[in-house]
């Protein structure tokens, strides 16, 4: 069983930044794919990031087209921790953030399966973010 805990959510000015963190559980959290996902009120989950684990070609990392050149996803395998940093935040970027865990995942696995919300077994239980114009 792995459970996570984000906290770093708040209430930012657009143009500002905000930096989300994700504790992990587990004895073997480098070998865990972790992502971030978000959910806007009246729309559906979607993916925002995700890294690879870190001896698989130094933890390769994956971005949604939106958000991609102002936020960035990394980890500390020693503090069992993934974090999120997001820059330059927009209105549209107001939503509930989910830290997720997939320790099942398979080298090679392709970037789809990294944007997949369904391929991961641990959630946290989201922290929100809201973006002021």
């Known amino acids: 069983q792995v459970q996570l805990v984000e906290s770093g959510g708040g209430l930012v000015q657009a143009g500002g930044s905000l930096r989300l963190s994700c504790a992990a559980s587990g004895r073997t959290f480098s070998s865990y794919a972790m992502g971030w996902f978000r959910q806007a009120p009246g729309k559906e989950r979607e993916f925002v990031a995700a890294?690879?684990?870190?001896?698989?070609?130094?933890?390769?990392?994956y971005y949604a087209d939106s958000v991609k050149g102002r936020f960035t996803i990394t980890r500390d395998n020693a503090k069992n921790t993934v974090y999120l940093q997001m820059n330059s935040l927009k209105p549209e970027d107001t939503a509930v953030y989910y830290c997720?865990?997939?320790?099942?995942?398979?080298?090679?696995?392709?970037?789809?399966?990294?944007?997949?919300?369904?391929?991961?077994?641990?959630w946290g239980q989201g922290t929100q973010v809201t973006v002021s114009s």
């Open positions: 890294v690879a684990p870190i001896n698989w070609s130094g933890a390769t990392t």
């Open positions: 997720a865990a997939d320790p099942t995942v398979r080298r090679y696995s392709s970037s789809y399966y990294y944007r997949t919300g369904g391929n991961y077994d641990y």
